[in-house]
């Protein structure tokens, strides 16, 4: 079971943090993402890391102001947002997936959390 925090309401160019814990004995062995998806708009990959933490990859929207972590000691992810835009504004989801190998399309994931609102105002 995956729970998503972290969201709320934000300026253009603040920061959000969101967390994603994860229950189960198992979480190191999942590759981690974080998806969204936006009023009108079909969901869309936005991060994602190896289950050892050492691999990332992300969406060019977002690349170099987002930071995709984790602690499998706490079983929880992380998505540091900074510089955040109104175009970031999204229900945002964590997401597990079994294998090896980032994955970035949301069929290959296995669990989904249940999403956390981020707004960002102009």
């Known amino acids: 079971q995956l729970q998503a925090s972290g969201g709320g309401l934000v300026q253009v160019g603040g920061s959000l943090r969101l967390s994603c814990a994860v229950s189960g004995r198992t979480f190191s062995s999942y590759v981690m993402g974080w998806f969204r998806r936006s009023p009108g708009k079909e969901r869309e990959f936005v991060a994602c890391i190896s289950w050892s933490g050492t691999s990332t990859y992300y969406a060019d929207s977002v690349r170099g102001r987002f930071t995709i972590s984790r602690d499998n000691a706490k079983k929880t992810i992380y998505l540091q947002m900074n510089t955040l835009k109104p175009e970031d504004t999204a229900v945002y989801y964590c997401?597990?997936?079994w294998g090896l190998g980032l994955k970035v399309t949301d069929s290959d994931y296995n669990s989904w959390g249940q999403g956390t609102q981020v707004t960002v105002s102009s």
């Open positions: 997401a597990a997936a």
